[in-house]
Nanobody, 124 residues
Framework: QVQLEESGGGSVQSGGSLRLACTSGHGNRVLDCMGWFRQAPGREREGVAVVRRDDTPDYGDSVKGRFSISRDNTKTTMYLQMNGLRPEDTATYYC??????????????????WGQGTQVTVSS
C-alpha cells in the first residue's frame, strides 16, 4: 500500500505564497503519476496539478501561471509552489498517486492512493 503525507499548509493573506510537499512511502518504486487535488466546502474535488514519471506537468485552468508542481531528484517528494494566492484557493489540498499510466490526468477517479490532506486558507 502506498502511503502519502502532505505538509506545508497554513493561513496567508491574499497575494501570498505557500509551498506544499507530499512524501511517498520509503522503498516504493517510482510512481507513474503524482498530483494535487483540492476540495472547498460545498464544492467537488478538483484537479490542481499533476506530474508524470518523466516530470511533465499539467495544470488546472484556475491555477495556470500561479502554481507550479515539481518533484525532487529521487521522485519521492512532490511539491506545489503556490504564488499569488486568492481567497478562492481556500481548500483542503490532497496528494494523490497512481501506477500504470504513460500519461497522467486531472481526474479524481483515476487515482487510488490519497493522503489525508492539508488545509490552505487565504484571507482577503
Amino acid at each position: 500500500q502506498v502511503q502519502l503525507e502532505e505538509s506545508g499548509g497554513g493561513s496567508v493573506q491574499s497575494g501570498g505564497s505557500l509551498r506544499l510537499a507530499c512524501t511517498s512511502g520509503h522503498g516504493n518504486r517510482v510512481l507513474d503519476c503524482m498530483g494535487w487535488f483540492r476540495q472547498a466546502p460545498g464544492r467537488e474535488r478538483e484537479g490542481v496539478a499533476v506530474v508524470r514519471r518523466d516530470d511533465t506537468p499539467d495544470y488546472g485552468d484556475s491555477v495556470k501561471g500561479r502554481f507550479s508542481i515539481s518533484r525532487d531528484n529521487t521522485k519521492t517528494t512532490m511539491y506545489l509552489q503556490m504564488n499569488g494566492l486568492r481567497p478562492e484557493d481556500t481548500a483542503t489540498y490532497y496528494c494523490a498517486a497512481r501506477w500504470g499510466w504513460p500519461s497522467c490526468t486531472l481526474l479524481e477517479a483515476d487515482y487510488p492512493y490519497w493522503g489525508q490532506g492539508t488545509q490552505v486558507t487565504v484571507s482577503s
